[in-house]
Structures are given as structure tokens and as C-alpha cells.
């Protein structure tokens, strides 16, 4: 989906900023030219972000939100493009993540985190040795968000490789492995 296809919902943290980007840009009745004027940033990035090919800097929001006068709306937005609540090794993996269009994983301990059901990944996530219930449920929301990429409008190929101890290997409880072996069939072969 382009950021300008106002009959979508954007697809990901980074195209919902790009589509709204846009439509305040238009609402204010500016150009590119004029909004990177504005917030002095060239229009090469302004056009960039709002192509979605570019993520925006947390100035550039904060710039954005005064032309638009939007009260932190363009700021708050752009910390869900950061991957702000994953841990920091991972945050340029989830930023290629987003724009990829197939992807290949070979999971020889546990079900891959795009695949796993909530129940599963907050098991997973609660092993970590001293995670707070606050890093937890932050963490549990990224890896649950990070889903949206199977559910687009022309999803990502993925193709995933599981050595077979991983369906018999239980996670928590037996109720809990069941709902991942049942939801996760459903969504591969459904």
C-alpha cells in the first residue's frame, strides 16, 4: 500500500506516519518543498518519509507537530516507528522486517515470534531472567505489533523451518501450546 492510498489502513508503524504525514501536509494546503522548508529538512526527506522508504527522526516529528500545531500527535506516532520498546539489538532487524517482502527462518528451539500466539510469547518473553512485568508487557506488545506484517494488504512471503522438538517441546502449559499448534495451523494453511 502507498501512504497516499487513503482507502487503506497503512500496513505498518512506519506507513501509518507516512500516511499521516501526508494528510496533514495537504490539509495545511503546503508542498513537500514547503513542509521541508518549514521544519528544515530537504524535500528528498520529506518525501522519503512519506513514501515510507525513510523513518523519520524523533526531530522531524517534533518539527512536523509544531507546523501542524498537533499537540505531540506526529511524536507519539513516531514512537511506534522506533521500535522503541524492543531491546536495542533488535531494533534494526524490526526496521528491515517491516519493509521486507520475504523472509526465511530456520527455528530449531520454539515457534518464530512472527507466528507465535500471545499466550506462547508471553511465556517465551516471561523467561527472560529479570524482566520486569513492565518490560514484559512492552516487549509482549512489540512482538504481538510486529504481526501486522502477515496481515497486509500483499503480506511477506515467509517461509519457516521448525526442527519438530519445537511442537512437542511445551511452553507453559498444555493449553497454551494447544492454542499455538491450533491458531498457527490456522493462519499457514487458512
Known amino acids: 500500500m502507498s501512504p497516499g492510498n487513503a482507502t487503506q489502513p497503512p500496513e505498518s508503524p512506519r506507513a501509518h506516519f507516512a500516511f499521516e504525514l501526508r494528510r496533514h501536509r495537504q490539509a495545511a494546503n503546503l508542498t513537500q518543498r514547503q513542509l521541508a522548508a518549514r521544519i528544515g529538512f530537504s524535500d528528498s526527506m520529506v518525501n522519503m518519509v512519506e513514501l515510507a522508504k525513510r523513518p523519520p527522526s524523533r526531530r522531524f ?22 521500535w522503541n520498546k524492543a531491546p536495542e539489538y533488535l531494533r534494526p532487524w524490526l526496521e528491515e522486517e517491516q519493509d521486507a517482502t520475504g523472509l526465511r527462518t530456520w ?25 520486569t512485568d513492565e518490560e514484559l508487557e512492552k516487549r509482549l506488545m512489540n512482538r504481538i505489533q510486529r504481526q501486522s506484517i502477515l496481515q ?14 519445537v ?8 493449553e497454551v501450546m494447544r ?3 491450533v491458531a498457527r495451523h490456522a493462519t499457514l494453511v487458512g
Open 167 to 174: 511442537l512437542h517441546r511445551i511452553i507453559g502449559d498444555i
Open 61 to 82: 516529528a517534533e518539527l512536523c507537530d509544531r507546523v501542524f500545531d498537533l499537540n505531540g500527535g506526529m511524536v507519539r506516532l513516531y514512537a511506534a516507528t522506533t
Open 152 to 165: 497486509r494488504v500483499k503480506p511477506l512471503a515467509l517461509n519457516v523451518v521448525m526442527d519438530e522438538v
Open 179 to 181: 492454542e499455538q499448534l
Open 107 to 131: 527455528q530449531p528451539t520454539i515457534v518464530p515470534g512472527l507466528l507465535q500466539t500471545e499466550a506462547y510469547a508471553r511465556e517465551i518473553i516471561a523467561a527472560t531472567p529479570g524482566i
